[in-house]
């Protein structure tokens, strides 16, 4: 006990002595991201545009001239290390907003960042996150969470109202049916109740929901339940690595269904790794276009993605991009907090509401418009659906994979959600 | 009743079920030897079936080569980790390995992230048809490779653990380390010998669960989803390992196939064999073939 | 732990004697001025170091239980991290739904996440050894199972809050104030597992430990003590959880899977098994290292080394092999827990300058 006291006050003077050198001038900001552990494919991704967009930024000017001041750090996806990072952030030398990640750690220091006024800008689109007052009465009110991009639940509201479009326009008759598939684990179940009664009022045939766990594993039982029970469209809510697992064991039991996935359960990886087993599946975006196609935000993009590959051949990830409007956004609330009475954390928060529609500079067509209010933090309601499509063997270099055009993702449409009060918070 | 559904999934069970006991299998090797629980067991899997897509993906050797390679380097690998990991702790508490064990997992699995990378891996096709049909199922043929592998593999233990001097040295060294030793048996050349055969085990399952799943660090999950196939099998019997894999396989099927049919509580597939399990044990308190310990003061 | 530990010329006369908390004064005095020292720790520290004190604590607090189980009945258990997590939405249940302020709730968490406990032990009355871990990993599924589908309970996809902790109507908020409701657990939960030991019951388990043939002999209800350790390890995790819940505020159920019991279990190895004061300085080391692992890269990062290698962002892979290693190397040196290594540097300054 004494030992572990006097340790962490000599430990405690050396971190003083090494924060004291910092410029005090520059904003502080946090960031947490998942390089190494359980999310990290995607993480990494999502990360290194964060990364990446706020070095730019610094080489740019920075926010009105004043230099970022942003600490990265790799929590391994683990709650004990989020929390005690958040910690060193907020004592002493407070930072004004923090780029958080995934539902580990965002969830975990939902109600700090709720005590300590500090905006919490993440990667976990569970709509809970977007009621700031609580009035939704679903949950807890979360006023310092924002996020880029359609939740969870609005992403599966999307890809239903396409199905039953899909439906009719394949001029099929009676009614579809629509099965939620996932973990019986917070994250997937996110969006189920959403997804259930939404499918319901369009005229589906809900079946009941089919567990498979969020590891890789041997989900043919599962397959075979979907084939018997002859689901038309099945959710697919895990995250990546068993997603792949379903589509292959399904492609292999000969299931015809059509997948619709989560956002973080499909993308060019994933596609990759699944090989023909992940052709024609339906996933949301947070942009509007992926890596390669032309819009005039995508130069700002470019310039970014040159920050950690010179080279600028590295082939993003539709996370990397996504990325980096999330990094734009906090970058102009930043902006707009100095220019009206300094960088803390309540003036951020403010800032989020200073625009509706709003696009960061340069971004147009890369970026969503968003409107964040004090009544709702659902920022955007577009939500653009895309189909992957896989033509041959996947192996070898994404770069190489993408250039040959094996893997396409190919736009299938944008739903324009109306912005429904009873939608808020699930 | 869906009889179709029943036998497609009781088929399947089976086939799965072989490939749960082959993981089995190599987690009962080192603790038959070694009475070490290795949680690291999931993340030797996990080496193999990248050791063999690396072969084949960065080296382009065909899948006949490169199996024999991965083998081969996994018997190395396992003797090398018991050399530099687990030789300096032999003699002391077990408990104490058994952490030894859950720190290699940590090294080992950062270790393939970073050789790697973090993004899951499509495996290269080895076979012309991905999947052959059976009683109206269609089985990925790898799983058949791994039913016949399998198969192969128990036969070569039995018949090592019976006629050879090897297997011999093992399992007097399980029996009584002390005695083994008085007897001239290296202990430590058994205990390398035990973790790399336990290794090369748990190659061939990683490859084959590399090939239905692509390769993905979270292969490493079967590690530890086989615990209850060894402790229903006998922590110490390697043809009870197999049984337990297969009856785990099935059961987790029937509990699909229950759930699916006719009580859509969903989840019954992860959670229902711990009920059956338990209820087993409690007939059977040292599994189906594990020895009974008979303990004298 | 052991009699071999003892000092020559050590001699008990007095059953008083033997069953003492502190063999000396000084020792009592040295527990007494830790105490004082650690109540001091919100004045020096700051949130940061703060809260990784309050981890300690709270983690402290479960591993102790799970060493009852570990260290004194010898049942590895791997699901000790459900325990946890059910004791948290135990208390944030009570404090939100049910009108019973944080102080009432923490210890009623323990109780019924105990009760939870002893039904999972129920299978001791047949098995042992590796197989009763069976009844541990299946606690492991089936609550976190129950977790997902009671949304009354634990608030289902959405997490559940918990009410912060409140005494005669003044609510402690924010970590220097909570250090001290920690701090308070720590010492009772301490204290009360020391005394344990010291009881009927506790020298039960102990026989059970030693050799639990001979204790059975002596007429000792195997069973009763087995089961009992469930239990009481369930309860011990029940308040850390319990204490988890009310400092988050929110109970997320992200993160709490087999790793999180691992790591648990990590704790009191490394700590010792069967060494109270070493299951804190195991908690301490496991909760502190990746700390320091992350203060090391920090300070490679961009640095001529990290420059030289081309590190980059694969340092933190580095660091997650590095944890590895440092555990590795730590268990090679002193397989016996830092419990052990405590007591070799008291006897080595004890016996200064003769010490061979």
Partial sequence: MRMKTLLG???????????GALAQSAIRIGHLADYSGGTSDVGTPYGQAVADTFAWINKNGGINGTKVDIETVDYGYQVPRAVAQYKKWTGSNKVAAIMGWGTADTEALTGFVAQDKIPFFSASYAAQLTDPTGAGGKAKAAPYNFFYGPSYSD????????????????????????VHMGANHPYPNAPKEA????????GFDVLPPLVFALSPGDYSAQCLSLKSAGANYAYLGNTAASNISVMKACKTAGVDVQFLSNVWGMDENAAKAAGDAADGVVFPLRTPVAWGASAPGMKIVGEISKISDQSGAAYRPVHYIAGVCSALFMKEALE????????????????????????????????????????????????????SKVSGATDGDLNDVMKKGTIKLEKVKTVELPRKSEWLGW | MNTQLLIQLLVNGLVVGTLYGVVAMSFVLIYKATQVVNFAQGELLLVGAWVCWALMVKYQLPFYLSMPITMAFMFVFGILIQLVFLRPMIGEPIISVIMVTIALSTVLQAAMKWIFGVNPQPFPQIFTSQSVGFLGLQIQTVYVMSLVVSMAMIAAMAWFFQSSKHGLAMRATAFNQQVAQSLGISVKSVFAMSWAISATVSAVAGVVVAVVNGVSSGLSIYGIKVFPAVILGGLDSIGGAVLGGIIIGLLENFAQFIDGEFLHWGNLYEVAPFYVLIIILMIKPYGLFGTRDIERV | MTTSQIPAGDFRTSYAADTTIFPTVTSRNAAILGVLLCACAPFVFNDYWLSLLISIGIYGIAALGLNILLGFTGQISIGHAAFFLFGAFTSAYLSTKLPIPAFFAIPLAGVVTALVGLVFGLPAARLKGLYLAIATLAAQYILLDFFARAEWFSGGSVPASAAPFSIFGYTLQGDHQYFYVVLAYVVISYVLVTNLMRTRDGRALIAVRDHYLSAEMMGINLTKYRTLSFGLAAFFAGIGGALYAHYQLVVSYEGFGIERSILFLAM?????TGSIMGTLMGTAFVVLLPE?????????????IDQALGI?????????????VIIIIFLVFEPDGLAHRWKQIKAYWKLYPFSH
Wanted: proline content about 2%; hydrophobic content about 45%; overall charge positive.
């Fill in chain 1, 9 to 19: 006050t000599a430990a405690l003077t050396l971190l003083m002595s090494a924060s």
């Fill in chain 1, 155 to 178: 992403a599966l509201r999307a890809e239903l109202t396409w199905a039953a479009e899909d439906w009719k326009a394949k001029g099929k008759s009676g009614k579809p049916k629509f």
């Fill in chain 1, 195 to 202: 997804g259930e009664q939404l499918a319901k009022e369009l």
């Fill in chain 1, 336 to 387: 707009w907090a100095a220019k009206n009475g300094g960088v803390t954390g309540e003036n951020v928060q403010k800032a989020f509401y200073h625009k509706a529609n709003w696009v960061p500079a340069g971004m147009e067509g890369v970026c969503n418009p968003s409107t964040w209010t004090e009544k709702d933090h659902r920022g955007t309601m577009a939500v653009d659906l895309y189909r």
């Fill in chain 3, 268 to 272: 009191v190895i490394i700590g010792g």
């Fill in chain 3, 292 to 304: 320091a692992m992350e203060w090391l890269s920090a300070a490679l990062r961009g640095g001529i």
């Fill in chain 3, 312 to 324: 980059k962002n694969n340092i933190t892979f580095l660091r997650e092999i590095a944890i590895g």
